[in-house]
């Protein structure tokens, strides 16, 4: 079984510029998370759809982040303008239902110079 | 709001020996705990989940242990090998405003096996 697949895996650029990460969860899965993870802390969820709607995304800073999930399959997280403090690893994840284990793909770096 | 803390920070141990590593959470109205393993430059991985209602989950060489009213959990690891280096994230599954559930992760505990 294939398992979450994100990409690009590294990403560098500078502040004011955009970023867009992309995300194919598991075959099946409802379920679809994003989450930051800062140096020596925990993930912290950002937006969660199911399906193709969001759940929850009151952890996401709207006036520059954004995500998408077309046809409840894919999924982008998009930052514009990006900021110093946005440096962090994007991990996504998925599961079959908002109850059931979660299955995470290898993460973005990103580095905001 | 839910706070996880897991303690130790770090954690080096020779190869062979049998360790504990602990999580505690402030606030016991969970729906289940899982502790993943994260290796350098890679996503999480899932090593056990424990429903509210349990008491305990074993895997191999892994146990671990929930006691939802006093707020904590426990990761044993029996007789460690230099393969299980890696950080140990906890995290507790829960309500949300939002109508859905939403993880809280602790800050993890970084192992280190000496061979």
């Known amino acids: 079984e294939a398992g979450v697949a994100q990409s690009p895996r590294y990403k560098i650029i500078e502040k004011r510029q955009s970023v867009a990460f992309w995300c194919n969860p598991i075959?099946?899965?409802?379920?679809l998370y994003w989450y930051q993870q800062i140096l020596g802390q925990g993930p912290k969820l950002l937006i969660q759809f199911q399906n193709n709607g969001v759940v929850d995304d009151s952890q996401l800073p709207k006036d520059r982040f954004s995500a998408e999930r077309l046809k409840g399959v894919d999924s982008t997280l998009k930052i514009q303008p990006a900021k110093l403090e946005d440096s962090a690893v994007y991990l996504c994840?998925?599961?079959?239902?908002?109850?059931?284990?979660?299955?995470f793909g290898p993460g973005t770096r990103l580095t905001v110079l | 709001k839910q706070e996880v803390t897991q303690i130790p920070a770090a954690l080096s141990v020779p190869e062979g020996e049998n360790l504990v590593l602990n999580c505690s959470f402030t606030?016991?109205?969970?729906?289940?705990l899982q502790w993943f393993r994260q290796d350098p430059g890679k996503g999480l991985t899932s090593l056990l989940l424990i429903q509210s209602s349990q008491r305990e989950q074993t895997s191999g060489r892994l146990n671990a242990s929930l006691d939802k009213s006093s707020g904590r959990s426990t990761l044993y690891i029996a007789a460690s090998q230099p393969g299980d280096s890696a950080t140990y994230l906890c995290?507790?599954?829960?309500?949300?405003?939002?109508?859905?559930?939403?993880?809280?992760f602790g800050k993890g505990t970084k192992l280190s096996v000496i061979p």
């Open positions: 075959s099946g899965h409802a379920t």
């Open positions: 994840a998925s599961s079959l239902d908002l109850l059931n284990q979660q299955f």
């Open positions: 606030d016991s109205a969970i729906y289940n």
């Open positions: 995290a507790v599954r829960q309500a949300s405003g939002a109508g859905s559930y939403q993880l809280t």
